[in-house]
Nanobody, 127 residues
Framework: QVQLVESGGGSVEAGGSLRLSCKAS??????????MGWFRQAPGKEREGVAG????????IYADSVKGRFTISRDNAKNTMYLQMNSLNPEDTSMYYC??????????????????WGQGTQVTVSS
């Protein structure tokens, strides 16, 4: 239904910034019918929700660990979602995945709310 491709990952020093993008190709319904989210998974750890945004973009939710540092946004005209990451620290090192879904009964940061996933982009922050 939805194909997602992340980009923008890389290696930065602590305190630096990165901007991730997630481009969607939608075969059923429009991009603006899907809530979107960013998740991350570090080696040996479970995947965790980072940020989520409503289908229209009016609501955004953040994990406590990234509040005030990360900003999620979307451009429905471009079928693209973004994650601006500032003040990065080594604990942010992970593979970052974007996700799309229509299971609105779940919290934005709950993986069960999403059934379309990208392949991931690596973010590495050095101290």
């Amino acid at each position: 239904q939805v194909q997602l491709v992340e980009s923008g990952g890389g290696s930065v020093e602590a305190g630096g910034s990165l901007r991730l993008s997630c481009k969607a190709s939608v075969s059923v319904r429009g991009f603006n019918n899907y809530r979107m989210g960013w998740f991350r998974q570090a080696p040996g750890k479970e995947r965790e929700g980072v940020a989520g945004i409503s289908s229209g973009g009016s609501t955004s939710i953040y994990a406590d660990s990234v509040k005030g540092r990360f900003t999620i946004s979307r451009d429905n005209a471009k079928n693209t979602m973004y994650l601006q990451m500032n003040s990065l620290n080594p604990e942010d090192t992970s593979m970052y995945y974007c996700a799309a879904g229509r299971f609105f009964a779940y919290d934005y940061l709950d993986q069960r709310g999403y059934n379309n996933w990208g392949q991931g982009t690596q973010v590495t922050v050095s101290s």
